[in-house]
Each structure stands twice: as C-alpha cells, then as structure tokens.
C-alpha cells in the first residue's frame, strides 16, 4: 500500500483481499459491498455513491452515469464484471430475504438502499474500512481512499492526465495533478536500475509529471476558448 500524506492508496490486490474478508467477515452487508466496488472502481464519492440513481444505469449497455459533486464532470462509467456481480449479489439477496423489498425498491429512484429502504448507514461501511484495514495493511482506512486509489490507479498505468481529470471528475486539474507526487517513489525505484543514472537525471524523471500537467493545462485551456 502507498501512503502519501494522509492518505492510502490501495493496491488492486489489496482492494481484492480486502473484499474477500469483508464478504466473509460481513455476509449480510451487501450493500456496502456494492458501495465498496463502485467507489473503488469508479473513484465515487460516499455522497455520490449513496445517491446514485436506477435511472442512470444502464444494464444492458452496460454503464452508468454519475452526479459528482463540487461542480465535477458528469461522464458515463463502463460496469465492469465485477461490478454487475455485485449489483446481482445485492439484489438477489435484499429480495429473497425480505418479500416486500422489491416492491419497495421499484417504487423508488435510489440504487442502493438498506433492507428497511433506508439510505446506506454511514458506520455500516466505515467502521469495517477502519477495523479491516487496520487487520489486513496496518492502515485505518477511509472512504475517500477508495476513490483516490481509482485516480492513483488510472495514472500509475499511464492513463492521459486531462483523461484522469474527466473520469474523476474533477472541475480544475489541479485536483488531478495533486496525484503525482505520490508517483516519485516509483521514478527513484526505477532509477536506482541503472548505476550511472544521476540524481540530476532522477531529477529530469520527476519533473516528467509536471510536465505532463503543464500539457494537460494547455489543453483544457484552449477546449476552454
């Protein structure tokens, strides 16, 4: 796991043991399964998360779109496998263990609501973040690293910067920029390979980000005009 400042980014293996635990820790909070899969593959919010709609989902497509908040970009998400799988796992069992669920459930707007129809409770997902994570990695862990670790994701596999800013998001790409730092650990790693690198080329490597920032500036700036 990455740790920058106060915050945990979580590996996809990481996310995927911590998943593991919670289904077997947790077998009845399917909702905040679905909640943990979506926020970390789609870098949501817990509002954002909590307040998607039916109607913005698309199952046949398959995809979704998403309402982000602080004047952020509303794009249409691809559902990846795992995401389906978790949408079924949840329906299937809030309507088998409750047979008026369903019913309840199509007469109102939400995505994920609690077997009393309620909104998702807030402890009902942060506590096993804090309790596994602790557990599993040593980190208390929060919701807000589930979507940072999306972004930190996206840009360690070598995603375009402006691209990561549209999926996230975000309103300015600063918000986006303040990701790569986290990646000079990576640049060093990688220069210490060669004998003869020096630190002013290590140096010339870590600037490649803010570069690449620069750019996407430039660009956002003239789609601007």
Not at 15 to 35: I, Q
């Amino acid at each position: 796991m990455r740790i920058h400042g106060t915050t945990n980014y979580i590996e996809p293996e990481e996310f995927e043991l911590f998943m593991k635990t919670f289904n077997e820790r947790y077998p009845h909070h399917v909702d905040a399964s679905l909640f943990y899969r979506l926020s970390y593959n789609h870098g949501l919010r817990r509002e954002e998360a909590v307040n998607l709609l039916k109607r913005d989902f698309n199952l046949n497509h398959p995809e979704f779109y998403c309402k982000r908040l602080k004047g952020g970009l509303d794009l249409p998400h691809t559902l990846t496998t795992n995401d389906l799988y978790e949408y079924n796992k949840y329906i299937n069992y809030m309507s088998a263990n409750n047979p008026d669920w369903m019913e309840k459930y199509n007469a109102q707007d939400y995505l994920i609501r609690t077997i009393k129809m309620t909104k998702i409770d807030k402890f009902r997902f942060v506590d096993p973040l804090i309790v596994l994570g602790k557990e599993l990695f040593g980190q208390r862990l929060k919701p807000l690293d589930l979507r940072h670790s999306c972004a930190y994701r996206l840009l360690s596999n070598g995603t375009n910067l402006y691209l990561v800013k549209q999926y996230m998001g975000h309103k300015s790409i600063t918000n986006t920029i303040r990701y790569l730092p986290a990646m000079d650990k990576e640049v060093s790693q990688l220069s210490k390979m060669f004998d003869d690198t020096s630190k002013e080329d290590i140096d010339n490597l870590k600037l490649k980000n803010k570069v690449i920032a620069l750019e996407a500036e430039i660009l956002l700036l003239k789609n601007n005009v």
